[in-house]
């Protein structure tokens, strides 16, 4: 298991450079553009913010110490940066022998401390896949309050309705068979996808589909679904049609506002995509993929719903119209599956195991910059305790 982190500030970040007619504040820099690296943790710029990213730290016998040791040496030069708050604005000579000198930027403080809204990513085993809904399903929980912030009561409430019992899960299409435990986790995190992407009414709008996905698997599905059982891979293989009625018909008939199960002819993703709301009524895009799509090319070892098949460009004009994000961040399912079938290496008592990879996008609270380290320490143990205690254990933050 690897455990990463981002912390997007406060402070804002620009190109050094004249404003542009017509806008109160300089360029902006290239998207993910790197100011700063370390062996542990980068500064990196996204939009306006200037964010840091903590390095992956593997689980084992040195992993919290490491995460410690990246932490501490991120705090102490934030501390430096927190120092010069006072300031208005920063350039690169506020920096020197800390960041280089090219390209040069300004840096607005708000003359305010240093905070952050955290990220973690995470790699969980499936198996462990329910047991993590059970956790988010409470919002009682310290991890589900850390993890959803002030949206706790509304995305608890989206786990609890995929919380199901075995019984939910079994395939009437095969008779007999018990579900393993990945299966099962496998197809909770798809009820999840499914009821994620069912808006509330027709016509309502989202800046962007990954902002869905409060728990956003970087592992596509097909490298997920690739993961399962020999024999249950090979069973829907050979019967599809049977994968896609079992999950719409059978499973969605079980999550609360599915009734009569999910229509799989209906997209995947049933918002109208904005593009950061650049793009008003009339003008935002519907994505053409149908659930049942989505289900079928999965078991074929193609996840649909990923840019990477859907490419854009000067040889993909058919595809730009629907596809590329007219508000200059890329393709308009960027970050989804991204990692592609690549998993993590989770450590267990029989040997290394694969691991999904999830990103966590829910928008938490702020923290201090001081708080960062403690942050940091409590979401490595909660992955190390989901996966490696017994299902059974309750794990917390």
């Known amino acids: 298991m690897a455990v990463g982190f981002e912390f997007a500030t406060n402070w804002q970040i620009y190109k050094d450079a004249p404003i542009p007619p017509g806008q109160t504040r300089p360029p902006l820099f290239a998207k993910g553009f790197t100011l700063k690296r370390t062996t542990g943790w980068d500064m990196t710029i996204d939009g306006h913010e200037i964010e840091f990213v903590v390095k992956p730290v593997d689980e084992n016998a040195q992993g919290e110490g490491s995460v410690r040791a990246r932490m501490r040496a991120l705090e102490a030069f934030v501390s430096r940066m927190n120092g010069m708050r006072a300031q208005a604005q920063l350039r690169n000579t506020d920096f020197a022998g800390h960041i280089p000198a090219t390209p040069r930027f300004v840096i607005y403080t708000q003359n305010q401390p240093i905070s952050a809204i955290p990220q973690v990513s995470a790699g969980v085993l499936l198996t462990r896949y329910r047991k993590l809904v059970r956790v988010l399903a409470n919002p009682n929980r ?55 992407g069912t808006p509330p009414a027709q016509n309502t709008p989202i800046m962007a589909a990954k902002y869905l996905m409060v728990v956003m698997a970087r592992t596509n599905f097909a490298g997920i679904f690739a993961t399962l059982p020999q024999a249950e891979r090979d069973h829907y293989r050979q019967n599809p049609l049977h994968w896609v009625s079992y999950i719409c018909t059978t499973v969605m008939a079980n999550v609360a506002g599915f009734g009569g199960g999910a229509d799989p002819n209906q997209p995947l993703i049933g918002y109208e995509i904005s593009d950061q709301n650049q793009l008003g009524p009339g003008q935002r895009v519907t994505l053409p993929i149908t659930r049942r799509a989505w289900l079928l090319e999965m078991t074929r070892g193609r996840d649909l719903l990923t840019a990477a098949a859907h490419k854009i460009g000067a040889l993909h004009p058919v595809n730009n119209p629907i596809y590329r994000d007219t508000a200059g961040v890329g393709h308009r399912l960027r970050g989804l599956g991204g990692l592609g079938q690549r998993t993590d290496v989770i450590p267990t008592p029989s040997g290394p195991k694969p691991g999904i990879i999830f990103e966590f996008r829910a928008r938490q609270n702020p923290l201090a910059w001081n708080q960062w380290e403690a942050y940091a320490v409590r979401m490595y143990r909660f992955f190390e305790n989901l996966n490696e205690q017994a299902k059974n254990v309750a794990v917390d933050y």
Do not use: E
């Open 142 to 196: 310290n991890a589900t309050t850390q993890f959803f912030g002030a949206w706790t009561q509304n995305y608890a409430g989206v786990f609890a309705s995929v919380r199901l019992p075995p019984a939910a899960l079994q395939d009437p299409n095969w008779p007999g068979h018990v579900p393993s435990a990945k299966l099962r986790g496998l197809v909770s995190l798809i009820a999840t996808y499914i009821k994620r």
